[in-house]
């Protein structure tokens, strides 16, 4: 094909209205890349004399997304239509040496250069004022349709929101990507006008008024709709997706990658991965992402901006950003590498093990339950599980070396910076601050104490009761402590208060002040104990019991059948009452 002179006009000032969006809809991510970049990619690959790009929404932002060499930007103060937007490119149009100028929507993201060419190609040869690209769908609700007029002539477009019920039938549609004369364009530009439903200055509209002046407008239709579906809302956004990520799975297919379900693989358009390869359901490959020959990625991985070697191994559900990895190595299941991990070649990083900004060597192990952060790692090391370089001391990142050949324990901190000299071995549940030489073994803990039967003595203590016996005058005052239950309990407390009667010591107050619990046989007792003293003329009462023995005592009835004293005191003073009257 010879190279055609042409100029590109894309238009990306609009906003996202039906994405119900604050972004620019340019700015949306497709495949992993902004919508716009997609028709920007293709535009550009045509090979264009001038690519001029209107903004208006997000301008800032989307200017600084598509800058670069070759591309100039226009701003469009106001979205007040595709028309206007070409009308705010006026002056940049006018200078531009091109006979004719592309104008394409910034939302039709799967146009391809060649169809552009070939666009450019037939315009050239019948020379009308414009040349519609446009395209039969089933569904054409949303587009402008396309009112042919004898032969391949087009009398006007009609955009949804006005189209007659029979206009609305038509299956032929507007891809918004639109060849045109520049002289005809720059000579009608002026007649747009929003004098219309829309009351938005509609690009389309120059078809009618070309046809006014009596010149031609003339179809291009392509086969593929698919090429020119337009993104103008969420769902559009997901389902061209779709067809992205299919194609891409499709294409490595076609090279030798064995892609398990397609449809369940996401694989960004600018990701290569070499032959033999295999990916399995649910791995995402992102961004600049290269992966070598007869790889193995297992379930649920996402693998963003990373290069892996050949013959890698990711083990489901791994995640894995900025990195490098050598070939043979083994990752995962559940690892995290990040940001600049460099991981050599038969290394092997195990579940939950997290490295960031780290280098590993050559056949160096971290299977499990560790963190790598700022650390350097020889050849053959061995990283115990529960490991953890202790790289930030809360201002900032400090670095951990470990040199060839060493062993390091389980449950290891490695307080950073420091430095593990060569084939050294540091014991298990180690907390290293200082540096070690070379070929050295580091114990850097508290030694072990064993307090024989400890626990034991413990739970002896809290089961065990005890009753001593002191005296208040005539009263003999039983102090109780622990658990007052059936058996050896409550039987030495019938014990004592019987010895108290023998010797004729019948007043007998009974402290439940470190009484944890009572049992009813403990009741029991203490009722069989008050009767029988009471039919030797004496008396028992009670005191020091706390909310909850009281509650228990009021569950068991038995509250009001004792005389209950809260201080030992008052209850010592009511017997001498008692003996006085
Ligand atoms: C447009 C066409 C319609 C066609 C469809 C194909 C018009 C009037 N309609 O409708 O015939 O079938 O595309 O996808 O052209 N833009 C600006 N400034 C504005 C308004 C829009 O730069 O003031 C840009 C948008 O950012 C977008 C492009 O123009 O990239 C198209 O605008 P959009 O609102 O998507 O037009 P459609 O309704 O899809
Ligand atoms: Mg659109």
Redesign the pocket.
Known sequence: MAKKKFSVLI????KATRFKSEQS??LHRLAGLPLGEYVLRSALAAGPEQTLM?I?HAAEEVRKTFERPGVTFIE?KQ???????VLAARAEIERCPSPVVVVL????PLISPETLLRLVEAHEKARPAATVLTTRVENPQ???RIVRAQGNRIRT?V?EKVATPAQKKIQE????IICFSRAHLLKHLSELSDANAQK?Y???DLVAIFNRHRQKVLAFPVADHREVL?V?DRAELAEIEKMLRLRKAEALIREGVTVVDPAATYIDEGVEVGSDTVIEPGVSLLGKTRVGRACLLRPHSTIADSVLGDRVTVRPCSVITGCEIASDAIIGPFAHLRDGAVIEQEARIGNFVEVKKSHVGRGTKASHLTYLGDATLGADVNIGAGTVTCNYDGEKKNATVIEDGCFIGSGTMLVAPVKVGRDSIVAAGSTITEDIPPESLALGRARQVNKDGWVRTRREGKDSTAISVREAGSVTILDVSGRLTMGNPSEELRRKINESRDAGRKWVLVNLANVVYVDSAGMGELVGAMKMLRNSGGELKLSGMGDRLLTLFAAAKLKHVFEIHSHEAAALASFSKRRST
Do not use: R
Not at 11 to 14: E, I, S
């Open positions: 238009l990306a000032a609009g809809k340019v209107v208006g469009q979205p007040l239509g595709t028309g206007h937007a929507a910034g939302d039709v949303g587009y402008g477009i955009e549609i507007n891809s918004a938005e509609l690009l389309t337009g103008n």
